[in-house]
């Protein structure tokens, strides 16, 4: 579950980072400043693909029958910072769940 919800926050950081590529070489243009604009979509899609990243380690974590706590505890965090992931908020609670059975 936590697998697919990394794999959703790579595609959507990828499409930021390109959609902020467009907005700096002037392919898409605004009203506004499009430096600030392309900085700022490019910030949102680094900060996405490392919680995306951080998902894969936590994924990772939880396939890990003495590490599936710690996983589920690093899954859910991530599921609260990345803005109310509900996808990762319940892989985060089945992992502590499971975690908390193997113990």
Not at 16 to 29: A, D, K, N, R
């Amino acid at each position: 579950m936590l697998l697919i919800s990394g794999i959703i926050t790579i595609l959507i950081s990828v499409g930021l980072i390109i959609f902020s590529i467009l907005v700096f070489t002037g392919v898409i243009q605004g009203d506004g400043n499009s430096t600030v604009g392309g900085v700022l979509l490019l910030v949102m899609g680094i900060v996405a693909l490392i919680f995306a990243l951080l998902k894969f380690w936590a994924s990772r974590l939880m396939k890990v029958p003495e590490t599936t706590h710690k996983g589920g505890i690093i899954a859910l965090v991530i599921g609260f910072l990345g803005g109310g992931d509900l996808i990762s908020i319940v892989g985060g609670i089945l992992g502590m769940v499971n975690g908390g059975n193997n113990s």
